[in-house]
């Protein structure tokens, strides 16, 4: 069975850094693509970046220059690096796996979802 397990998440102040992991099971990450987005109560799910199975990243602009996203294939995990956190950056955080090439923005394009980390960041 093909899971998706986040970690990592909590409070933060602005300026803070913070790093969730998503680790996977019942499949290899590195073969697909993998995404984190986050969701506020009574929004939708936003995109917030993506890395394809090359390894290319791509990130939502309101966090470029700020997070990271990278794998560790050899934890079949993936990990977004918070930095210079912002309160605006408080939300549930999700992962999402799809398989293919190609990392798409919209969430019903994902095939697996982990149930979600809350990060907060005070002021």
């Known amino acids: 069975q093909e899971t998706l397990l986040e970690s990592g998440g909590g409070s933060a102040q602005t300026g803070g850094s913070l790093r969730l992991s998503c680790t996977a099971s019942?499949?290899?990450?590195?073969?697909?693509?993998m995404a984190w987005f986050h969701q506020d109560p009574g929004k939708e799910r936003e995109w917030v970046g993506s890395?394809?199975?090359?390894?290319?990243?791509t990130l939502a602009d309101s966090v470029k220059g700020r997070f990271t996203l990278y794998r560790d294939n050899s934890k079949n995990t993936l990990h977004l690096q918070m930095n210079s956190l912002r309160p605006e950056d408080t939300s549930m955080y999700y992962c999402?796996?799809?398989?293919?090439?190609?990392?798409?923005?919209?969430?019903?394009?994902?095939?697996?979802w982990g149930r979600g980390t809350q990060v907060t960041v005070s002021s």
């Open positions: 999402a796996a799809t398989l293919g090439m190609i990392c798409y923005v919209n969430d019903y394009q994902y095939n697996y």
């Open positions: 019942g499949f290899i990450a590195s073969h697909w693509c």
């Open positions: 890395v394809t199975t090359d390894g290319t990243t």
